[in-house]
């Protein structure tokens, strides 16, 4: 769907703002970081419909910065001068440069954050056979710390700071290699966490212990849900089974329609004193967007009271469409 | 533990046989496909302890056979003529036919099945991001259907059975997998499942349920214990951390420990009608194995009691001690 | 309440076709089956409301045609011609009869499907004591195959299916009796079942596992909900307390205000396939109906979304209104 | 199995007493209430054997006295005398004196309790479909008020207790209907109840609920033990499989293999000053009851701990095999 | 907030009547014991709304009639001519006083109940350390119905009666300390219960358990409602937090957003016959009341249908705002 | 029971030590820290039956240094020096000297730690009813910060440490409350924690996060167990009824017939690298404790399983009977 669209629905809906993704014609990062009128245009567009930008995300770039293997799944996402000859070292660079000028467009949006992926070198190990030795684990973790801290040197230069989506993966896809992660990229000012609780529910993570322990680095904050269903036949891990078959042990749906604890997740955001951006991610593969969306900004605005001291101001400030 | 050592220790605590690995010194399996003598030996330490052999297990060649990415974790667990030059595709083809001369081994030793993995080429995808086509999970079913066929025929030439141990990182790894891979290998007559509880708990499988679904295909038993815990930290995929870790989610634990419904799974078994091998598969971080093993087979002795028409006279026939 | 006054309410809360009862004034199979102005008058009156009908119901009836004991209950619940002098074997011939007629009364409606129950021979017996040889099992579901084939070919010639109510009482009413039940009855094509949860939840059927393995069967979908209530004290089997006594351990309650997962049932629906008439079968002892039945219609259009590829169109297109 | 071996068996496994059974060659109620040397030839066996009897337990016949309806189930448990034409009436009518009879019995043989059931006239009717108003509900009641009452009076001359099992099938099967026979039987001081947990097991009701609720009527204690199994395929109501089918919702298994909370079950019993005998009644579909009733006994002994005040020296002085 | 305002927003909500709170500027009981005009212009403030007032509330004041210690918590709700010079024992006395004068307030006001706490001298032994011996726990229920016969007896000369809301910090906290306070108290015609079953799902209680077994005592009912958050670090008993830290283990909330079983407790309501005032106390430390207060009725309303038999008229004809 | 009797005891059920309580005959602090014979009198007693000493205890004392009120339940439980006229100041500041004699005579006996309560000024508040400003809970941390500063100073000077058992009435009975009790204390090396689950499992604590995010802190382990009964009747906080009563909501029982996950707190300890002392302490309303600390000891040795690094040498080291 074209971006102008994509704004026209959104601000039709209710929507206040949008995260611009980084593909397709909704922005061309390159573009962004060098040419001024492209830039206006973007923002245009957004003013037109009366919409903010508080974050933009490129994900699919910052897949390809650690990943091991690179093969076919890559070369279908990503532009096409980052895959170049597709040598699997030579795009892994590529996608961190291209990751550094993401920062440089966001600093000329005026967005303060980045939202994206990692990848990692030791995501295809995760079932731990073949045997994996502690070292190869190791060598991972620091693999991710030196690929990224050049890339997050830029982010500071840039005044922007880039909000890792904790997602399987990624080098960090639930809380202990959260808390590697964050322990071996030490404390770089420019790290952060996006936090998307769909990723949590079927690995039995709870949204809220991770909110409450991370407090410090949750930038920015994805609403999207995953319902379960378990029969002893369907399995967490997905069968190999696409989105939306009623044989997966769980998918991703509206957000409302699944089991995050969308209350407690909201009352926590406002306890522990977040007041960046909301976004709503819609994902359901049983549902039609064009309805999905409206349907969950009306069900999160519940959670939208003001408290007694009213801190919250900013809630639903920023949403997307993607 | 040399192989002599381990059939002097089972035989001590009780077992009536042995599921001989074919790695260390316990098997060499193109000696014991080409020399009489060495045959001989194998079966004359078994004897020599009151031990049979129903089964040998060939896992760690097996998961060569499809895998992708083949690397260093492989090199570790392969013998030095099977990985040869690592080149991925070559060591594919000379696992496969390392695999068959495995048959050979098994009908010279007067063993029935061999129990193993299959490896995989799509399970590195089971995140299912970068997203994965349709198609390239229909190939990776495709890719095992053909390097397999080849490798079951020799089976059934031999008249042996391979009995396929569901298990993450293998073709078959759940409920619906398995439907999937019997789907695609068709009624091969020499291929067969190995049912191992300890994958399946943790991954929301009913080991009821699936004995009662496969029931047609179950070659072989092995009893290993998975424990889970809870608590909103640990989280189901392992978090890259140790066997042994209490933050992990779960944790293999000697069989009676765990979560595994052992009566229900000892009944059902006798319900319908199976009279193969059960071996005792011991693997607990947390525990000496020398203490592990003889416990395990006192927890699951209370469970061979005859049933009223009493079916069930193999029962404990075979147990090995990996 | 009269037909009339039915067609006007349902047509007035929004339902776009009624579920035709074959009792009180809504049906007389018999007129129907042999009087076209009847039949004309009954559409009438369903399109001066905007209504269709996808389905006809003659539970009552059907009730007789297996069921032992027959006593007073039958005779409160069956049209007089056919309760007759109450001699059991009588009824259940005449029960038979009047099935067929029903037959003829669809097919001139043109209707599709008469929505059922068949009895049970052997229901009385479900706590098993006195002790049931399975011969006598057995010979339960021989008389329902027995009695029902001759109805079923009198359906297949008048181009109608009956679809069975799975529901205590009846020769299937869970998981394995409806497999059974299938099995005895072969592959009759005009045989199928009506999808109703209520009878499930409380049973601890799964329904998703039951759409999922009965797809090919599932000709009609009722939606009734069903309310536990467990605190050691309530039973599962009702204490034989009216409905609505808070001492049960379940109650009908108004669809989606009970336990039934209906966003599963409806994914589910969609993704079997399913594109037959949607129920909505009003059953509540602590609600008034006038209010229930909108209610009801309402909280299930929710899941009326089209999937992204749309294939869902009938959804909803036939409730009734009992 | 003859009552000498039964008695020489149960004396073998540590029991110290035995709750005959009125059937087989094990007690001749009506010639234990009229033959002196018949009542010494029993009481010698137990004494042989070094066991005591506290109870007798007539269940098939009490099942008689209220049953509708009365068919082959009857003619397959019943004394020759007692199902004479096989009249439904005649049968009840002659089932309740041979429970006087049975009084009798007890009184000679020095046991102050018979156990049974008491059947019931409106057990058929629990599914509630067909529909069943309220007042045959109400008649069912009064049918076993009035059909007990005078067997009880005969108790009470006697000085003997009739103590109703608990169960499906009879007029009280769970917490209600309990409740409900106690206040329709009035206080008779010959009614009192025997406790067997599994049969509350898979009904949803807390067997320790029903112990500090009707702890006045409690006057007898068997010991059986229920394990469920709920895979969203298996029924609560057994889906007419027979025991031991892995397919049913739940089975009974030896105690201490199940669900009932045993240990629970003794310290409320100990709590509520419960003195009188616990009996083990064996029954496991899955377990030859030659190795099942002294594994019972040895796990229930562990529950026989003094209590600091030491009031429970009674317990386990009567067991039965059946 | 003035007792003028509270009245004007209750009526524009769709609030029919008030609970007046006999505190701040609300209800001074000494006035409106005494002064006919104080009485009448309270009168007039709720007929100029079109509300009505079913029962007044004293909490604070009852709560000092039995509690120890008595310290500065109680000097900071007492009136200051209650505390006067904070000798303990003065205090309970004319705490005691006041209720007696609230009853007359009562029924100047026209309102049948009161609804307050009791206090208790022993809920600080609650931890059971240091060790209390059974007697010290006989004297606090021996001196709670000391202290409040005398006040009851004054409330049944007004023809009013005193509803205890079953609370921690109370003499009945829970139901067995409810069924103990109400043997305790005999059977005062002027002592019921108020019930709020947010004081029990944290506790776990079951409200409709506790509404069936003391139907006969339930004067008046609180909608409050309560919110549990488990994750192992969260504790029941709070952790000497404030309201709304999302490390507590349970949280008061607005109705409708948490635990409390509310279709079930209105459905039993109604089965009890209960045509008593339905109040919406409304406390959450996380929302606006401006906003909650409003949204808990439209929740509360969808469950005020009316049963077939239409005995629930009243319902929601008293709610309050505090 | 004399301590001679109890190191008998102790002895012949195979305890290698015991944790001698400072009550009783068992220790009289004030001679230990003054009188060498007493010391070596007390350690001959160990001797003779091949006892160890690892802990003293002085739960009591250590009781009344914070608590208000101060009453007759500590008069019943203090040494009479220390209560002296009963004055709460007066009493709370003799048990603190007391608790620094306790040090003394633990140095003397050469024993490293001292278990026991601390006591709280704040525990009557828990309910938050009357409300309880933040201040006071504030100046409650701080009194206990102030208070024991000068006790834990003299066990620094003395070479040992106290050992603070998390349990309700003490100013840390959870997990929040222990978190805030070590900020409070600083980081005073002479004070730690002492772990005994029985008092997490009814607050919903879970014990091993509690061991994993306190690993620093624990200075003993004390084995108790506590079993949980839900029937919606049973209440968290006990009911004011007595140990052993059926209708609490728990209650403490010998380890292993408990809820507290043994199996995991072990192989937890051993991960930590935990090598002190694992004591029993028994305690158990329903059953003797000379059936049932042998048979704790004997559930608890199957979790002394060395682990394949062996260091868990000292497991099982100390254990007492109080």
Known sequence: MPFEKVAELAAGWGFNGLEIACWGDHLDVRRAAADDDYVRNRLDVLARHGLKCWAISNHLVGQAVCDHPIDDRHRAILPIHVWGDGDPEGVRRRAAEEMKITAQAARRLGVPTVVGFTGSGIWHTVAMFPPVPAAAIDNGYKDFASRWTGILDAYGESGVRFA?????????????????????????????????????????????????????????VDCKDTKMRVDGRTGRLGSHLSWGDPRRGWDFVSAGRGDAPWEAIFRTLNAIGYTGPISIEWEDAGMDRLRGAPEALAFLRQFDFAPPAASFDSAFSAQELK
């Open 164 to 220: 890792l989506e904790v997602h399987p993966s990624e080098i960090a896809y639930d809380y202990w290699t959260t808390a590697r992660a964050l322990d071996v990229i030490g404390s770089h000012p420019a790290f952060g966490l996006n936090f998307d609780p769909s990723h949590m529910i079927w690995q039995g993570i709870d949204p809220v212990t991770f909110l409450l322990d991370f407090r410090d680095h949750i930038l920015h």
